[in-house]
């Protein structure tokens, strides 16, 4: 049975939970050079979580959301504190930091799959501990904590006993982690890969109220949301998003690497599950195997879950392969997903949907149907996608 966080662990957790990540990575590094896998692991930990620190602090710097947004409104996805004086936000400044992001993020792969080779450590971690310095003001609150942002996005304290959020990482999840920072990277690489600065111009004031991009000063709404019933200049920027998205392919060799990704996605998940049901040990499991029990109880992993999320990872492979095509609505031919990676020359998401340029990337083969996914779909049912976001 693994033994608790030994001497890497213990330096993960502290820094983690202080927001000292760049302190905690010097302090990891000894570790490391020994060749001791928990401290590689901490190291791995550290820079995924180094990675959503830097991508929030850029959005902070200037200023995602605004002063009178909404608790619904797109700040969701990644929560920030209001900004009171943005910097101003570029094109260019946009992409740097979609670059920085899949920077960092392949960085943090590289430490946790050298974690994920081997050893026998368990690292309890408390999510809600964790705190990332958003602001960047060299400090990481309470406030700055994953639970003082759920918190902050709420409205109210969850509860004076809340739920014990403590996950116990070992080698398995050393590979799941490694397997989603490459879910971010490969998102980024696709927007990288073209050219976008007109969605930007036309629309991203929503997103970036106060950061001097063109529509700023001619939008009164009090809602970031694209489809504010309230709002017709909201209807209006959402129009002009929609005609905006039309991305030429700008880096055709990210393009293709988006491609490799979504394969490195795949083949991550598969090690994922061939280390996840070898354990014999029973403690705080991310994703449990059959004979673990699991955190979330609503949502058993049994021998046939197992096995149905192995068979979607087939069939989906196939589609990336260009073996298995995607039905297109209005052709009997399908759409070839890896001849687009390889060689598309613009992404036009309504021209694509419409049919036009689509027509480039269209053969005759077998076509995915819900036949295709039968096994995941008797299995999973509605729960597929709450499945596959877990599973990764």
């Known amino acids: 049975m693994p033994a608790l966080a030994g001497e890497g662990g213990d330096l993960a957790r ?70 009171p004086s943005p910097e101003p936000l570029t094109y260019d400044k946009l992409r740097d930091l979609l ?19 081997s050893g026998d450590y368990v690292v309890p971690v408390d999510i809600l501990k964790i705190r990332i310095d958003v602001d960047g003001d060299g400090t990481a609150s ?70 001097g991009l063109p529509m700023q000063n001619f939008t009164h709404s009090t809602s970031t949301l694209m489809l504010d019933p ?7 920027d959402a129009l002009a998003a929609i005609h905006t998205l039309n991305f030429p392919v700008v880096e055709p060799q990210r393009l293709k690497g988006v491609l490799a990704r979504l394969h490195e996605i795949l083949a991550l998940s598969r090690r994922n599950w061939q280390a996840i049901l070898a354990e014999t040990d029973d403690n705080r499991e991310l994703v449990p195997n059959p004979r673990q029990t699991p955190l979330m109880q609503d949502a058993p ?5 197992v096995a149905a999320w192995r068979a979607t990872l087939d069939t989906t492979e196939q589609v990336l392969d260009g073996e298995l095509l995607i039905p297109h609505w209005r ?54 996608w709450g499945y596959a976001f877990w599973f990764n």
């Open 14 to 83: 502290e820094h983690l939970y202080a927001g000292t990540l760049k302190t905690g990575v010097e302090a990891l590094r000894p570790l490391d050079e020994r060749n001791d896998q928990e401290g590689r692991f901490g190291i791995g930990l550290i820079g995924f979580v180094t990675a959503i620190e830097h991508f929030a602090q850029g959005l902070f710097r200037h200023g995602f959301a605004s002063p009178d947004v909404g608790p619904m409104g797109p700040a969701m996805a990644m929560p920030v504190p209001v900004n």
């Open 99 to 117: 670059g920085t992001l899949v920077t960092d993020m392949d960085a943090a792969k590289a430490a946790l799959l050298s974690a994920g080779e």
């Open 142 to 211: 309470d406030n700055e904590s994953v639970g003082g942002v759920l918190v902050g996005m709420f409205g109210a304290e969850m509860g004076s006993t809340p739920p014990d959020t403590t996950i116990g990482f070992d080698r398995a999840d050393a590979i799941w982690l490694a397997g989603y920072s490459q879910v971010v990277a490969a998102q980024a690489d696709f927007l990288l890969a073209h050219d976008f600065h007109e969605l930007v111009e036309a629309s991203f004031h929503r997103l970036f109220p106060r950061a």
């Open 230 to 236: 309230e709002s017709d200049n909201a209807i209006a």
């Open 301 to 305: 992993v049994t021998d046939e879950t």
């Open 331 to 384: 052709f009997q031919k399908g759409f070839d997903l890896k001849a687009y990676f390889e060689n598309a020359t613009r992404t036009d998401f309504v021209m694509l949907i419409t049919g036009h340029d689509a027509l480039p990337f269209l053969k005759d083969g077998p076509i995915a149907s819900a036949d295709s996914f039968a096994e995941a779909n008797r299995v999973f049912g509605d729960a597929l």
